[in-house]
Each structure stands twice: as structure tokens, then as C-alpha cells.
């Protein structure tokens, strides 16, 4: 027969159990289950697309929740209009609310312009054509012509592209359907339908901005993107996009003088800005057209006050559009900020020498990369110009018989 167990017995096995449970499976938070988001892999944050794929892989994944992402404007705001407008593309295919404020534009025929999503079978062939295929006779013919100093070069991966899936892809040669875009919920800002109001107190904001930054506030709180509970209402994500802020037509004279007036009237509203993003589920995008502002100072203020900042400069109406070394690019981009979540240092891209493009009916961001055979072309023309000079020379020259071409 057992004898019964004592008291110090008893506290053995109750500290025995305890000691056990500390090797239990501890449970992870739970993140915000939204559709059209992730965790980002870098720094935990919640992350959604930008409509860019090459974008979202250049500033880290995506973009995170509670962030501002600026686009400094190309001289024609063609390019950068395009990033815009898939930003809210992406935003109605994932099924998130929108906010779109404009001061030239009504908002409802920004909403109409949204490209068209296609199919993803299509998409990816488009995206990713040309990187892994098999090589053919044919291939093999044309490998023969290259030079043998460029034949053994390694190729150079152009495209910015990550192993997962993220966002969705467009056709900008097509709208989307109206079927498919009422079924977002977009709030309009379209200034000349909100008169101005003349405030007591003095404030370095403009009453555009302040009406503005109102009216996200009504929004962010109402719809409970401030976290507050609502009944009946499933957790979302609001797109803010802001165009062409700091123009004379919000008001501001940013782009008309070298000393403005209003010099901080567009970095308060972006310090109150990012005081809502920061406490609510939203992510916004803002153009500026930098290349208006005089004073660079001031754009360099702007551009830190932004978490991401990205700049196009379009080839259109430059030498470089008429340039066969950019032949197959429409511009360059500039990465100017890239964010800092959860960490001292932001992760700088691995290739500075950025390019994108309109091919195919997509926008695309690469790795500029030029091709060896012009390093040829240009020989070729220093021959004839050292040609044409040899022979001035010795028609000049006194004692010289023939033509002596000096090739370096």
C-alpha cells in the first residue's frame, strides 16, 4: 500500500507541473485581418499595395498602413497622375474606402479614369516575359552575332520583381468598369465646393488646407478608421489621395515666388496629416509639382516630412527623349525618403539607377541598364571624326604623304 503523499510531496509536483507549462506553444497576436493587406516580412507592419508592383517592391513590400507616400510631380504630370490613379485602382479591387480631394480636377472624373484590372494568368506572363524562358534554336542563332567580349558578360535582371504576390495588376489603355468601381465607398474633397472661411485665429495653414485636413478628420472618425467601435461594420482601410498639393490653386504660392508668403503653410498640413495616419487605419498619397518650387530648401523640408518620397522625371520634352541611350525608357526616378518602422536604419534599395516605363499597357519601374553595343556606336563616331581630322591635317601638313588614322 502507497503511503500518502506529505505536504512537501505535494509542493514538488506543483512546482514540477508549473515548470512544465512554461514549455507550452505561447499563442501570436493576432494582426488586423483586412483584405488587400499583409504583414510586411521587414518590420511587422501592416502593409497594402501601391497598384505598382515594381513600386511596392522598391520601398520595401508595400506600403504600410499609416504612412504618406509623396510623388513629386514629372513636368507634364502625366506619369505621376498614372501612379495616382492606380493607387485608388488597387484601393477599389481590395475593397477598401476612398478619399480623393482636388483642387483641378473634380474627383468624380478622377474615379472614371481608373485603369482597368486584368486577368491575372495574363498579368503574369506580361510581368515576367522574357526573364525565364527557354532558349530555342533561334536564340541560339542570335547568341552567335554578339561580340565575344560581350558573349560571356552576365545578364543584367532589369526587373523589380518579388518571389510572392502582392497587389494587382491594370491596363491603363482601358477604364474600369462602373459596375466594378461603385462598389467602393469614395468621400470627394473638391475645393471649389467648399467656399472659404475666414478664421479668428492666426494660423500658418491656409484655410484650403485646414478645410482639408476638417474634413479627412470627419471622415477618419465617422467611418471609425480612428479605431473607435461601430456597430455592424468590419474592420477597413482608408486610401487618402491628395493631388497636387502646394499649386496656386489650393492657394498657395509654393511655386510663384523664391520667398513665399505661405512658406509653412504645406508643412503644418503635413505635420497634422501625419498625426492622423499615425493613430488611425489609413495610408495616403500626395503630389507635389517640386519642379515648380524655387526654393529647394523648403522642398527638402517637405520631402522629410514624408515617410516615403519618390520623384519622376519624365523624358518628354528633353534632349533625352531623342537620345538612343534611353530608348527604351519614358524617365528616370529618384528615390528621396524611404521609411523608418521599427527600426534606426531604412533599407536602401540595391540599385540606385532607376528607370521606368509604359509598355505594354503597364507601367513599369527597372533597373536602368544600358546596352554594351553602344560603347561600339561610339567608337565607331570618334573613328570617322578622327578620320575627318587626319585628313585636314595632312592637307595642312607640309612633308606628310597619306592618311594616317590614330585609333585609341
Not at 510586411?40 to 511596392?56: A, K, M, P, R
Not at 489621395?241 to 510663384?256: A, E
Not at 523624358?315 to 528616370?332: A, C, I, Q, V, W
Amino acid at each position: 500500500m502507497a503511503a500518502p503523499m506529505n505536504a512537501v510531496g505535494k509542493l514538488s509536483v506543483e512546482r514540477s507541473l508549473v515548470n512544465t507549462t512554461s514549455f507550452q506553444k505561447k499563442t501570436r497576436s493576432k494582426l488586423v485581418s483586412i483584405p488587400g493587406t499583409r504583414p510586411s516580412v521587414q518590420n511587422g507592419q501592416l502593409i497594402v499595395s501601391t497598384g505598382v508592383t515594381s513600386l511596392d517592391y522598391l520601398i520595401g513590400g508595400g506600403l504600410a498602413v499609416g504612412t504618406l507616400l509623396l510623388i513629386e510631380e514629372d513636368r507634364y504630370d502625366s506619369y505621376s497622375h498614372m501612379i495616382f490613379k492606380y493607387f485608388l485602382a488597387e484601393g477599389v479591387v481590395c475593397g477598401h474606402e476612398l478619399f480623393v480631394a482636388s483642387a483641378q480636377e473634380n474627383p468624380d472624373d478622377i474615379l472614371q479614369e481608373l485603369p482597368a484590372p486584368i486577368l491575372d494568368d495574363i498579368a503574369s506572363h506580361k510581368t515576367f516575359e522574357g526573364q525565364m524562358q527557354p532558349r530555342g534554336p533561334q536564340d541560339s542563332q542570335d547568341s552567335m552575332k554578339i561580340a565575344w567580349r560581350y558573349q560571356n558578360l552576365p545578364k543584367v535582371q532589369t526587373a523589380l520583381a518579388s518571389s510572392s504576390r502582392f497587389g494587382h495588376y491594370y491596363d491603363v489603355s482601358k477604364t474600369m468598369e462602373p459596375e466594378i468601381r461603385q462598389t467602393a465607398k469614395c468621400h470627394r474633397f473638391y475645393l471649389p465646393e467648399h467656399p472659404s472661411q475666414s478664421s479668428a485665429t492666426r494660423s500658418p495653414m491656409l484655410e484650403s488646407y485646414a478645410a482639408l485636413l476638417k474634413s479627412l478628420q470627419e471622415v477618419i472618425h465617422r467611418e471609425g478608421f480612428d479605431g473607435a467601435p461601430t456597430p455592424s461594420k468590419s474592420r477597413n482601410v482608408l486610401r487618402i489621395g491628395l493631388r497636387s498639393l502646394g499649386c496656386s490653386l489650393w492657394g498657395d504660392d509654393l511655386c510663384c515666388h523664391d520667398n513665399p508668403r505661405h512658406s509653412h503653410a504645406l508643412t503644418t498640413f503635413l505635420y497634422g496629416l501625419r498625426a492622423l495616419l499615425r493613430s488611425s487605419l489609413s495610408v495616403a498619397v500626395v503630389t507635389v509639382p517640386s519642379h515648380l518650387i524655387q526654393n529647394r530648401a523648403l522642398m527638402g523640408s517637405i520631402t522629410r516630412l514624408c515617410d516615403n518620397a519618390i520623384a519622376l522625371e519624365s523624358f518628354r520634352g528633353s534632349e533625352r527623349e531623342t537620345n538612343p541611350l534611353y530608348k527604351d525608357y519614358h524617365g528616370l526616378l529618384h528615390v528621396r525618403q524611404l521609411p523608418r518602422l521599427n527600426c534606426l536604419v531604412s533599407e536602401l534599395p540595391d540599385h540606385k539607377d532607376l528607370a521606368f516605363k509604359l509598355k505594354r499597357k503597364q507601367f513599369t519601374i527597372e533597373r536602368l541598364h544600358l546596352p554594351p553595343d553602344l560603347s561600339e556606336t561610339v567608337s565607331r563616331v570618334s573613328r570617322g571624326e578622327l578620320a575627318g581630322a587626319a585628313m585636314v591635317g595632312s592637307a595642312c601638313g607640309a612633308g606628310t604623304s597619306g592618311n594616317k588614322h590614330l585609333d585609341f
